[in-house]
């Protein structure tokens, strides 16, 4: 499938934020995904994500995680300079500020005349966790969170003391968690605590773990596991097919808005 891919900037309390889509490029409305990225912003790693989520026929929107700091299309190197960088916004930004960035993304789709209605939410990493908290939305029906980090400590954001543990069971839809068992950044005993955690709030979720480190997904540096990476899309895809291609169209209302020409 052919998609078409451009960019708007959606408007937050803390300025413009530019949001990358990718959708198929003939006429409908498709279910929505919103995808969020490493902390290394958009990268070429992340647009062929998107591309390829969106080949499957979702609408596809990716905002960028650090829009208050960097100026519009600032991608963050793979290397020390960028995960310094990359690390350091993350929690200079406000735990509230990353839920207002995602209820604009969502909005923005239920919004769109191209859009369905039915919600998912697909992130790595800092976006993993992302992933997760956006899924607390009622919109959302399907949540993928690939080695998601700072679950376990509670440690996203300003502060580094956010809420995410207590608040599961805000989750409704089906989520899909994916770990490497030799990420240095989520343990054993880290996972395990989410696991628990999970089982406890009663959300609907499969669990996977492979024999992989952390980046495992990205396509570029030594870490990147094309095989791993294969099965993970298709543990996705069929998550997002049965939630949101099978499913009754959602409810389109967050803000009072229930429809607008994109």
Same mark, same amino acid.
Request: proline share 6%; hydrophobic share 35%; aromatic share 10%.
């Given at each position: 499938?052919?998609?078409?891919?451009?960019?708007?900037?959606? #408007?937050?309390?803390?300025?413009? !934020?530019?949001?990358?889509?990718?959708?198929?490029?003939?006429?409908?409305?498709?279910?929505?995904?919103?995808?969020?990225?490493?902390?290394?912003?958009?990268?070429?790693?992340?647009? *062929?994500?998107?591309?390829?989520?969106?080949?499957?026929?979702?609408?596809?929107?990716?905002?960028? @995680?650090?829009? #208050?700091?960097?100026?519009p299309g600032s991608p963050f190197a793979y290397d020390a300079p960028g995960t310094e960088k990359g690390n350091r916004l993350?929690?200079?930004?406000? /735990?509230?500020?990353?839920?207002?960035?995602?209820?604009?993304?969502?909005?923005? /789709?239920?919004?769109?005349?191209?859009?369905?209605?039915? /919600?998912?939410?697909?992130?790595?990493? /800092?976006?993993?966790?992302?992933?997760f908290r956006t899924a607390m939305s009622p919109h959302v029906k399907a949540g993928v969170c690939l080695y998601p980090t700072?679950?376990?400590?509670?440690?996203?954001?300003?502060?580094k003391h956010d809420d995410t543990l207590a608040r599961m069971n805000e989750i409704n839809g089906e989520m899909l968690m994916?770990?490497?068992?030799?990420?240095?950044?989520?343990?054993?005993?880290? *996972?395990?605590?989410?696991?628990?955690?999970?089982?406890?709030?009663?959300?609907?979720?499969?669990?996977?773990?492979?024999?992989?480190?952390?980046?495992?997904? *990205?396509?570029?540096?030594?870490?990147?596991?094309?095989? @791993?990476?294969?099965?993970?899309?298709?543990?996705?895809?069929?998550?997002?097919? *049965?939630?949101?291609?099978?499913?009754?169209?959602?409810?389109? !209302? @967050?803000?009072?808005?229930?429809?607008?020409?994109?």
């Amino acid at each position: 499938m052919l998609i078409d891919e451009n960019h708007i900037d959606l #408007e937050t309390s803390a300025g413009g !934020m530019r949001t990358f889509l990718y959708h198929p490029n003939y006429a409908g409305a498709f279910p929505g995904l919103v995808l969020f990225s490493e902390i290394y912003q958009v990268t070429g790693p992340i647009q *062929r994500i998107a591309r390829q989520l969106a080949s499957h026929g979702y609408y596809v929107a990716v905002p960028e @995680i650090y829009h #208050e700091f960097e100026p519009p299309g600032s991608p963050f190197a793979y290397d020390a300079p960028g995960t310094e960088k990359g690390n350091r916004l993350k929690v200079e930004k406000e /735990l509230t500020q990353y839920d207002e960035d995602a209820n604009a993304v969502l909005q923005y /789709l239920l919004d769109c005349n191209d859009c369905n209605g039915r /919600l998912g939410a697909f992130g790595i990493c /800092l976006g993993g966790h992302l992933s997760f908290r956006t899924a607390m939305s009622p919109h959302v029906k399907a949540g993928v969170c690939l080695y998601p980090t700072d679950i376990h400590t509670g440690s996203l954001g300003k502060g580094k003391h956010d809420d995410t543990l207590a608040r599961m069971n805000e989750i409704n839809g089906e989520m899909l968690m994916i770990w490497g068992k030799q990420d240095p950044h989520i343990p054993q005993e880290g *996972r395990e605590l989410i696991y628990r955690a999970m089982l406890d709030a009663e959300v609907n979720f499969s669990w996977h773990e492979f024999n992989a480190e952390h980046a495992f997904i *990205r396509d570029e540096g030594p870490r990147y596991n094309p095989v @791993i990476g294969s099965i993970c899309f298709d543990l996705a895809l069929d998550l997002f097919h *049965r939630k949101l291609m099978l499913a009754e169209p959602a409810g389109v !209302m @967050i803000s009072g808005k229930t429809s607008s020409q994109c």
